[in-house]
């Protein structure tokens, strides 16, 4: 295969088509594409491939990469370079190339790919036949125990709470609250109860909140696994996340009702503590 590809504004030889590990659609799935068919040198449904196109670009505050006339052209230009007649031209557009951070900045320069693909879309031998399937519980994406990069949604999200000025978010579903957007969340009831949410595919099994429970419990504090409500975490003495980066990070204020007394609480302190302690001595040294 020797493809050219369009990319960024330059026609490029396939093996020479190459975007960065920085970019936001490999880090965070922040990007959108379309597929158009192509039959006998035409481009099929181009006009709703358009408006879709812009409607996701508008719903993710990415801007339109090209003018449409030139899309138009791009469209025409990549089929012809490529001989295709039959087959699809792939395009996506992501935010573009930043270091790895949830929240992104307004103006950014996007990434913009086009290919094309060989396809047979009217030589399709399922026309005859037809299709088998199965059913599957409707999961897109309620598997947050498995650390993917589908962190779109949190994104966004921890994005738009920065600029009306919250420092993150806490997911509720169903009621109850899950976690943050890239931390575990853990709240110390007024008896002194930390309470964290129970293990399952709601969210994500954090490393830091496993050794923080353990040293707690090596601590004697009551440690309850379970599900619990906003309003209780905003009746607790104390609250906190934990993640790789983050360790333990209080917690005081949620949707602007006071946690506790509003200050960092001893639980808090004394888990970071002894976070930052057992890990300063048992830690990898990176150097032999
Ligand atoms: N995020 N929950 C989510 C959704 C996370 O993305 C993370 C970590 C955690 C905490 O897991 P751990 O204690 O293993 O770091 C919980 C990392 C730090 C990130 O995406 O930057």
Known sequence: MDRTVYLNG??????????SVFDRGFLFADAIYEVTAIIHGKLVDYPGHLARLKRSLDALGIAMPVAEAELLDLHKEIARRNGIEDGLIYLQVSRGVQDRDFVFPEAMEPTFVMFTQTKKVLDNPKWKTGLSVKTVPEGRWSDRQIKTVQLLYSSLRK????????DDVLFVENGHITEASSANFHIVTQEGVLVTRDLSNALLHGITRGSILHLARQADLKVEERAFTPEEAKAASEAFVTSATSFVTPVVKMDGVTIGNGEVGPISRRLLDIYIREQLSAGIPVAD
Not at 10 to 19: L, N, P, Q, T
Not at 159 to 166: I, L, S
């Open 10 to 19: 330059a026609w490029v030889a396939e093996g020479d088509a190459k975007v």
């Open 159 to 166: 994005t738009e709470a920065n600029r009306q000025g919250y």
